[in-house]
């Protein structure tokens, strides 16, 4: 005897759960799906890099790679936090001194070997590190940890909106949106 499958059309699959919602009890499946969705309870995943004296969590979803620091070649008539351009893989981009932009003294490090690029939308920035910790996820609320002043100054608000710790470490949470999509940051990018 032959071994016959049989293929559902898409519609045929979505009619099929459809069906299978429409028998759970209305007021039940409304309670699960808000216990499912409980934001707190979602882990989010980050990567732990180095800068200087600050340690920093780096969402996932705003990195693209981290790797070997290429060698940056400095342009002229550009802010003191920008160090130059490299290319990626036959992509050009700008390399970014976070402490510098950030005016964070005790972070600034000269001795990073190692970069992260981070985006936002189509905007893509090298930034470079001095160490990767590793890895970690945390729920929402795992992440409210007061960030201290010289971190979180009314200019620097983007930055870290809260931080973690990890083996006795405060982490800050970088807000790459936030940190891309500011007023300063995107007066120098329109200005390259």
Same mark, same amino acid.
């Not at 003191?80 to 976070?98: A, M, T």
């Given at each position: 005897?032959?071994?016959?499958?049989? !293929? $559902?059309?898409?519609?045929?699959?979505?009619? @099929?759960?459809?069906?299978?919602?429409?028998?759970?009890?209305?007021?039940?499946?409304? =309670? !699960?799906?808000?216990?499912?969705?409980?934001?707190?309870?979602?882990?989010? $995943?980050?990567?732990?890099?180095?800068? #200087?004296?600050?340690?920093?969590?780096?969402? +996932?979803?705003?990195?693209?790679?981290?790797? =070997?620091?290429?060698?940056?070649?400095?342009? *002229?008539?550009?802010?003191?936090?920008?160090?130059?351009?490299?290319?990626?893989? =036959?992509?050009?981009?700008?390399?970014?001194?976070?402490? #510098?932009?950030?005016?964070?003294? %005790?972070?600034?490090?000269?001795? %990073?070997?190692?970069?992260?690029?981070?985006?936002?939308?189509?905007?893509?920035?090298?930034?470079?590190?001095?160490?990767?910790? @590793?890895?970690?996820?945390?729920?929402?609320?795992?992440?409210?940890?007061?960030?201290?002043?010289?971190? $979180?100054?009314?200019?620097?608000?983007?930055? %870290? *909106? #809260?931080?973690?710790?990890?083996?006795?470490?405060? !982490?800050?949470?970088?807000?790459? $949106?936030?940190?891309?999509?500011?007023?300063?940051?995107?007066? !120098?990018?329109?200005? +390259?």
């Amino acid at each position: 005897m032959e071994n016959q499958q049989t !293929y $559902k059309t898409l519609d045929q699959v979505i009619q @099929g759960i459809d069906q299978l919602l429409d028998a759970v009890p209305h007021s039940s499946s409304r =309670s !699960y799906v808000h216990d499912v969705l409980d934001e707190s309870a979602i882990l989010h $995943k980050f990567v732990l890099i180095g800068l #200087g004296s600050l340690r920093i969590a780096l969402p +996932m979803d705003g990195l693209i790679e981290v790797g =070997s620091l290429p060698v940056i070649t400095p342009l *002229p008539n550009l802010p003191s936090w920008v160090l130059g351009i490299v290319n990626v893989r =036959s992509e050009i981009l700008s390399v970014v001194d976070l402490a #510098g932009f950030l005016d964070l003294p %005790a972070a600034r490090t000269r001795s %990073a070997d190692r970069f992260v690029i981070i985006r936002h939308k189509e905007l893509r920035v090298g930034i470079p590190i001095e160490r990767i910790y @590793g890895t970690v996820s945390k729920s929402i609320s795992e992440q409210n940890i007061p960030i201290f002043p010289e971190v $979180k100054g009314e200019d620097k608000i983007f930055f %870290a *909106p #809260g931080g973690f710790m990890v083996e006795e470490q405060l !982490y800050c949470i970088l807000d790459v $949106k936030q940190l891309l999509s500011s007023h300063r940051f995107l007066n !120098y990018h329109q200005t +390259m």
